[in-house]
């Protein structure tokens, strides 16, 4: 190999390099612009009952750190539900939410049913527990 050929192969080998680097930093760059965990739940899920089996999970968000862009993304959650003759369930769910741009505070609402038999049944729903909070 002539050292010309040696400096053309080290050339591109670093401007490869640095293009990789630069594309990473901006790649960093693009996810702290909304942090992973942007939005947190201002308190515990309301649970609303609404007929025997029929329910209304409401949560609050606090998306202040979403800014002027706002966000969007997914609760996915857990409920633990019993009917009266003591058969109990545990279902994953999800909701879908949206913080507006500035506007800091927002509630998303899902609407569940949670019985074994179609509505024969009183149920209660016995905990909401949160497994993930996505954010874009």
């Not at 080290?10 to 990473?24: F, V």
């Not at 960093?28 to 939005?39: C, D, Q, S």
Request: charged share 20%.
């Amino acid at each position: 190999m002539h050292s010309t050929d040696a400096i053309r192969t080290k050339t591109t080998a670093l401007a490869l390099i640095a293009m990789a680097a630069i594309s990473t930093g901006a790649t960093a760059g693009a996810a702290t612009a909304v942090p992973e965990h942007a939005v947190v739940l201002t308190q515990d899920p309301l649970i609303m009952r609404l007929s025997k089996d029929e329910f209304r999970i409401a949560f609050g968000i606090n998306g202040e750190r979403c800014g002027a862009r706002g966000c969007s993304g997914l609760i996915r959650y857990r409920v633990d539900w019993k009917t009266p003759d003591g058969i109990t369930r545990s279902e994953l769910r999800h909701v879908n939410y949206t913080v507006l741009p500035n506007a800091g505070r927002t509630i998303a609402v899902d609407r569940q049913y949670f019985d074994t038999a179609e509505g024969q049944h009183t149920t209660d729903v016995l905990k909401v527990s949160i497994d993930t909070i996505t954010c874009l």
